[in-house]
């Protein structure tokens, strides 16, 4: 990526998005100070450990602006552009979004109990034979590792393939309208996170959310061994096509 400091923020609705900035590019973001590179934005987030209280780490890595809390003004850093918000996570979803659409490549989503990543790398793999393609890193899968997947583009990609993982309802409909894909996959449905979702038939229902962003002219690809998905695959008005072992008779 490639953008400066003003630019991003009027993409995440920053309280100071008007302030003067200055003339400064940013190239890549990062969330852990450790791995941080000069030219990132840092965005301090909230888990076990408040990410503010890393900014000299990620100074001192080659920061060269940061999201910052609204709720932390009391320590803002003096020493680089300060983005100021109401929730850096949401920030760092909007600033990915943006983006997404500033590059406007086609989108690909995959999920699945299993086989996602290595469904994901095959994709991408056979695409980049004819297009510049852009893929989830590792398994940055989540609300975090979806947009830094979508800020890690470079502005000539043609294709984004994007992993999903989810263990609670909601997760995969929020991930797909985020990026609101031209092409949804699920590989299977499994018994992973199982003791969230209770039964199989519960989880289906958590993985058809990807196809909620769908566009509609989108393709919904899925494992058309899977009576639960064959069912669910109904209510879904996209193209579909359908991948399996099981051999039908006309």
Request: proline share 4%; no cysteine; charged share 20%.
């Amino acid at each position: 990526m490639k953008m400066q400091v003003a630019e991003i923020a009027k993409a995440v609705q920053a309280v100071n998005a008007e302030q003067a900035w200055p003339d400064v590019n940013v190239t890549g973001v990062a969330f852990d100070s450790r791995k941080l590179q000069a030219g990132d934005l840092f965005i301090p987030l909230m888990g076990a450990n408040d990410g503010h209280q890393y900014i000299q780490s990620a100074i001192e890595h080659g920061a060269v602006a940061t999201l910052w809390a609204s709720d932390h003004a009391d320590d803002v850093p003096e020493d680089l552009p300060v983005i100021m918000v109401a929730d850096t996570l949401t920030a760092l979803q909007q600033l990915g979004q943006y983006y997404l659409q500033k590059i406007n490549p086609k989108v690909v989503a995959v999920t699945g109990s299993n086989g996602k990543t290595t469904t994901k790398d095959m994709i991408a793999s056979v695409l980049s034979t004819q297009f510049n393609v852009t893929k989830t890193h590792a398994n940055f899968n989540n609300q975090i590792g979806v947009p830094v997947t979508l800020l890690s583009m470079e502005p000539n990609t043609e294709v984004v393939v994007v992993e999903m993982g989810m263990d609670h309802f909601g997760e995969l409909d929020f991930l797909s309208r985020l990026v609101q894909p031209d092409v949804a996959v699920i590989t299977m449905i499994g018994e992973a996170h199982i003791e969230f979702f209770g039964t199989r038939d519960r989880i289906a229902d958590a993985k058809m959310e990807i196809v909620h962003g769908l566009k509609e002219d989108g393709t919904f690809i899925f494992n058309g061994d899977e009576p639960l998905l064959q069912e669910r695959a109904k209510e879904v008005s996209q193209h579909q096509r359908t991948l399996g072992w099981m051999i039908r008779t006309p």
